[in-house]
Structure formats: C-alpha cells, structure tokens
C-alpha cells in the first residue's frame, strides 16, 4: 500500500499523511490520531526518515531516582552514545510528555517511566519508544525495553554475602510496593536468600518507601535483630547507611558489612569504599540505540534487552573468615 492510498482512504491529501508520519508539529491531534487509525487498519507502517536525527530522551519529574544515582548514570551513558551515533538529544521532564505534540523527533527514551503511563504511544506516534529499567506486558507496537536482570543482580549480592561468611543478612529495597522494580528486587532477594539457606522472614526484607527518609529507622530495626550484613538496592542507600552505622556506633566491616548500588562520585571513595553492585550503563546505552538505529533502517529490533549488573569489590564487606 502506497501513501497515497492511506491519504484517500483517511479523506486527507498525501501531503497531509506525509506531515503525519514525519511528526510535524502543524498537524492537528484528531488528524494525526485519525492518520494513525487509518493505517493501523490497514496494516501500512510508515518508513522511518533515517534524515531525522532528534532523540527526545524523558526524564523522571520528581524524585524517583536520587541524584547521582540510576537516572543520571543512565543520562551519562545515554549522553555520551547517542551524540556518537550522530543523534542530537532533547531531555525533557516526564510530566511536560504532552510537547512532544509540538516537536519533530525519530525516536524516544523513557528512563524509569512506567510503561503504563505509555499505553496509547502506539496510536500518537509512529516513531520507536524504548523504556529504560522497566518491564512491561505484551508487545506494544513500537515500544522496546531495555533493563537490568534484577533476579542475577539480587543474587550476585546476597551470594559474595555468603562467601564472605555472612550468615543472616538484612535488606532495604529502596521504593514502595507496586512501583518501579521494587517487587521484583524483593521477590528476588527473598529467593536468592532461599537458596543459600538464610532466613528469608518480612522481618528482614524491609521497603525504603520513597526518598530517603525511612533509612536510618529501618537500620536500627534490622540492627537489633543480630543482623551481620545489609543489602540495600536502590536509592541513596549508600551514604544514608554510612550515617546511620555511625549513629548506632557500628563500625564497617568490623561491625557490620555493606553492599549498596553504586553511586556517581561517592561508593569508592566512601569510608571504607563500597562494595556495590551497578546496572552496565555503557551497555544499556549503547543497546538503545542498537534498537533506534535499526528502527530507522527498517529493521526489527529486539523487543526486550535484558543485562546483567555488575558487582564492584571494595572494602565494606569483611573478608572470610578463616576456619
């Protein structure tokens, strides 16, 4: 089917379809959703312009990632592959989503949006989205998503734990219940637990909720219970736990021993650097635009990437103790 054929059967001329399909901001949204309908119906998938160079990149309005933590890391990467790539990026926060009405991009990227808030992305735009550190249902038209395997990284954690001797561990999963990998951290964790035979009770795997605030709170908690490690995913957990140790007059690893998720510009040179574990940010990156470039080419790209974290050895965690 030729364009021509969409601009008949949608009553609008070919220049119309032609604005639609390259995302002109002079075209009305009930045309440009009409468009859309009309090919969708009869199975036409517009040509990408491999001349429309624009990444719009979107980024979490309020705080659900701290600073220096997953959102700017992954920002970096992103800033740093694309433009190599020869895109030109726009950031733009989540919440002003909408002005992509107005502007001409081929592609975007979501960091840590939820793909919900994504659903109609097929029916408003013609272009590829891919969704960075989430997980989504089904196969939605266009919608790609690249993440971290947050089983492989919950259990890297809790496994050098053991070899190191470690025998009841404590975690904090930084978000609240039905947000962003926070289940999927803590259904995670409770297995890896399992497997090397250490208690596994709610007791011990407790929610940050968001932000900051219930860290050093949940730490004294998990303290009093005899716990010999803490495993904190997620957030700042990092150098609010570094506070609260002091606070409780815990000494790391002498006391306590610590694997948090790695910061910019803080887990190595925290005292004692941190043992973390981090998502492989160069290579999220440069899978996203694997999958934008070959969008563009018209080639089928990957609908799910799945990577596996890093774990970066420092001092926070005790060395074995010998038998």
């Not at 089917?1 to 075209?27: C, D, N, W, Y």
């Not at 959703?33 to 979490?60: C, D, K, M, W």
């Not at 053991?162 to 964790?189: F, L, M, P, Q, W």
């Not at 899978?287 to 990957?302: C, H, N, S, V």
């Amino acid at each position: 089917m030729k364009i021509q054929e969409i601009a008949k059967l949608a009553g609008v001329s070919t220049a119309t379809v032609s604005r639609v399909f390259s995302h002109h901001p002079s075209i009305r949204p009930e045309v440009r959703e009409h468009v859309f309908a009309v090919a969708r119906q009869y199975g036409y998938h517009p040509r990408l312009s491999t001349r429309q160079r624009n990444v719009v990149i979107l980024t979490p309005y309020h705080s659900v990632y701290p600073v220096q933590s997953c959102v700017d890391m992954i920002l970096m990467a992103l800033t740093q592959e694309l433009p190599r790539r020869n895109f030109r990026l726009e950031i733009l926060p989540v919440n002003n989503r909408e002005r992509l009405d107005s502007i001409q991009f081929c592609a975007a990227v979501a960091i840590g949006a939820e793909p919900a808030d994504f659903r109609d992305w097929p029916d408003r735009f013609p272009v590829p989205l891919v969704l960075m550190d989430r997980e989504g249902t089904g196969n939605p038209a266009g919608v790609y998503f690249v993440r971290s395997d947050e089983e492989q990284g919950m259990r890297i954690a809790i496994d050098h734990l053991y070899e190191r001797g470690c025998r009841k561990i404590g975690c904090i999963v930084h978000g609240s219940a039905g947000t962003g990998n926070t289940d999927i951290r803590r259904n995670a964790i409770v297995r890896a637990l399992k497997s090397r035979g250490f208690p596994a009770d709610d007791s011990l795997i407790l929610l940050s909720g968001p932000g900051s605030d219930k860290y050093v709170e949940l730490a004294g908690k998990l303290l009093k219970q005899g716990v010999d490690a803490l495993f904190c995913p997620g957030g700042n957990a990092g150098i609010v736990m570094l506070y609260a140790f002091s606070l409780y007059g815990r000494r790391v690893p002498e006391d306590i021993s610590l694997i948090a998720s790695e910061q910019t510009f803080f887990s190595h040179y925290a005292v004692p650097p941190q043992t973390t574990i981090s998502p492989d940010y160069a290579a999220m990156a440069a899978a996203t635009a694997d999958i934008i470039e070959a969008r563009l080419d018209g080639q089928k790209a990957p609908v799910r990437t799945v990577l596996p974290y890093n774990l970066i050895l420092r001092e926070s965690v005790a060395a074995a103790r010998k038998s």
